[in-house]
């Protein structure tokens, strides 16, 4: 099955900047997006077809693709923004898959 | 608004079946790809299954295939998941998403014994 890897953590002061990366090798070929989910939540898509944010996301959310790497940066991070970040993409065979998932720490 | 709503979960023993259903509203049904994601307790998004607009094409995760089916009734602006022969692992919350961007609250299954 396909996989997608990510950081377990990333860890950042409020103000300053996350990255988190996705990497799969049909990225190159497949739109990745990005889900957010907070301790008890459902998940939200918080970007996707790369780099486009849903209604209601805001700006400091951005995306981008490179290679067979994705990553996602948010801007002036926030103590709200405190969760765990998920990739989504899809193989050739149309079958789906999200990375392990990275815990963001606001510190 | 859209809205999604699951349900079916509940505790079964191994060996045995389940049905989740998925309600949606607020958004033309039979416009969209509909997907089961599920998650274990203290784990990360697994992608379970998802299903064409028609019902044409249906794709599964390995680890279920030829164990779980989904469906839909378009008519209802439903989709379903028939899981048999469960497995403990496959206990977990298992949500109902519209192409990722509305999502249930989700229903839990357990599996044991």
């Known amino acids: 099955s396909y996989q997608l890897s990510q950081p377990p953590s990333v860890s950042v002061s409020p103000g300053q900047t996350a990255t988190i990366t996705c990497s799969g090798d049909?990225?190159?070929?497949?739109?990745v997006h990005w889900c957010r989910q907070r301790p008890g939540q459902p998940p939200v898509l918080i970007l996707y077809?790369?780099?486009k944010r849903p209604s209601g996301i805001p700006e400091r959310f951005s995306g981008a693709i490179a290679g067979t790497t994705g990553t996602l940066t948010i801007s002036g991070v926030q103590a709200e923004d405190e969760a765990d970040y998920y990739c989504l993409s899809a193989d050739r065979t149309s079958t789906w898959a999200f990375g392990g998932g990275t815990k963001l720490t606001v510190l | 608004e859209v809205q999604v709503v699951e349900s079916g979960g509940g505790l079964v023993q191994p060996g045995g079946s389940l049905r989740l259903s998925c309600l949606i509203s607020g958004k033309k049904f039979n416009n969209y790809w509909m997907t089961w994601v599920r998650q274990a307790p203290g784990k990360g998004l697994e992608w379970v299954a998802n299903i064409k607009e028609d019902g044409s094409d249906k794709y599964y995760v390995d680890s279920v295939k030829g164990r779980f089916v989904i469906s839909r009734d378009n008519a209802k602006n439903a989709v379903y998941l028939q899981m048999n022969s469960l497995r403990a692992e496959d206990t977990a919350v298992y949500y109902c998403?519209?192409?990722?961007?509305?999502w249930g609250q989700g229903t839990l299954v357990v599996v044991s014994s």
């Open positions: 077809k790369d780099n």
């Open positions: 998403t519209r192409e990722f961007f509305n």
């Open positions: 049909e990225l190159p070929n497949q739109y």
